[in-house]
Structures are given as C-alpha cells and as structure tokens.
C-alpha cells in the first residue's frame, strides 16, 4: 500500500469513528429527553441527608483513603458531625432567609402590579400579564435546562 491509500484509509476510519461516536451521544440525548422529570412529590420525598448520615459518610470514606485507627476514626467522626451540624443550621438559615427574601418581592410586585393596573387600559394590564407569564415561563424552561446539564460540563479540563 502506498502512502496516498494510507491516508485515505486512515480518513476513512476516522470518518466513520466519529459518525458513530455522533450516533451514540444522539441516541443519549434523546433516552435523557424521554425520561421524565421528578414531581414535586418525589423531589420532596428526595430530603437532604442527615447531619449525621453526611457525617458517617465523610468519616468512611476518610477512614478507607486515610487508613485511619479506631481510634482517629472515632475522633474523626465527633468532627465531622459537630460541622455538619454547623453546616446543617447555616443552610437552614440560608432556605429561610431565600424564603423571606422571595415573599418580600412577591409582595413588591404585587404592590407594582396594583399600581400598573390604576395606569393601564384593561387591555395594556392583559398584554402586561401575559408577558409576565411568558417571562415566568421562559425563566422556568432555562432553570430546568441547567439542571438537566451534566454536572462536570462547568468543571475545568485536567
């Protein structure tokens, strides 16, 4: 053979590596998309582990990398769970602070909302609605698109 058919077979199985490589990953893409999304039912029931359960955890998985004594292990495990637990009361405080922070600008748009509709012919304060709903929408279609990403997209390359 000489080198000219080389380079054409040479192109040729890489051609054909890559259609099937781009088969593959469509064939992925649209599995995911036929999956459906979590209710609100099953996310619910879906709860953060316990401080405890995340600390028992950490303690295993650092006592087989570490190779840790009974004894470090023990140490360990009181450390672990005594920041969990920190860990634990800042995330609540942090769900009930979003959580104030989400009702105070509901209630600001609602107020704006009631302004608009003293300015606003009944039909302007429609089309404002219905816009509302399609932002609303549009914000809820891109939330839900960037959990679906795998979680390694953002990570940098190695």
Known sequence: MNAMNLKRVIIS?????????GVANAQKKAQKE??????????AQKQRPTAEERAQKQTDKMKEKLQLTDAQ??????????????NEEEFKKAQEARKQKMEAM???????????KTVLTADQYTKYQ?????????????????????????????
């Open 34 to 43: 036929q999956k459906q999304p979590a209710s609100t039912e099953q996310t």
């Open 13 to 21: 199985l890489v051609t054909i590596g890559c259609l099937f490589t």
């Open 73 to 86: 292990a023990k140490s360990v495990q009181e450390i672990n769970l005594k920041y969990a637990k920190q």
């Open 106 to 116: 509901k209630a600001g748009q609602e107020k704006k909302d009631a302004e608009l």
């Open 130 to 158: 219905e816009g509302k709903k399609e932002m609303k929408d549009k914000m809820k279609k891109q939330t839900k698109q960037k959990r679906m990403k795998p979680a390694d997209a953002n990570a940098p390359a190695k």
